[in-house]
Nanobody, 121 residues
Framework: QVQVVESGGGLVQAGGSLRLSCAAS?????????????VGWYRQAPGEQRDLVAQITRGEATTYADSVQGRFTISRDNAINTVYLQMNSLKPEDTGVYYCNVILPLGVKYWGKGTLVTVSS
């Protein structure tokens, strides 16, 4: 059974930090190797669409949305099938549900159920 599970969300004051984790499990990741995947973190604010916040490729190249550049850092630990999103200097507009999307070669995608981040002003 394939699972992608996000964790680490919570309530934080503006200026604070959180670290989100995205853990993948299941036979498909053992077969294909989590290290071959690209992983993206997405944010969905209330009433808004789901937008890409950060992405890391199999070669560990990273990209960020302009709104989080310099404040967020995405990283991965292939030994434990986990990708992290370190979020610093959080702002109220960072509030939303954060989703992890794991993309294997050939374009197979898996989504987690999300973790809620609330930043108070």
């Amino acid at each position: 059974q394939v699972q992608v599970v996000e964790s680490g969300g919570g309530l934080v004051q503006a200026g604070g930090s959180l670290r989100l984790s995205c853990a993948a499990s299941g036979s498909i990741f053992r077969a294909s190797g989590f290290s071959t995947s690209s992983v993206g973190w997405y944010r969905q604010a209330p009433g808004e669409q789901r937008d890409l916040v950060a992405q890391i490729t199999r070669g560990e190249a990273t990209t960020y949305a302009d709104s989080v550049q310099g404040r967020f850092t995405i990283s991965r630990d292939n030994a434990i099938n986990t990708v992290y999103l370190q979020m610093n200097s959080l702002k109220p507009e960072d509030t939303g549900v954060y989703y992890c999307n794991v993309i294997l070669p050939l374009g197979v995608k898996y989504w987690g159920k999300g973790t809620l981040v609330t930043v108070s002003s």
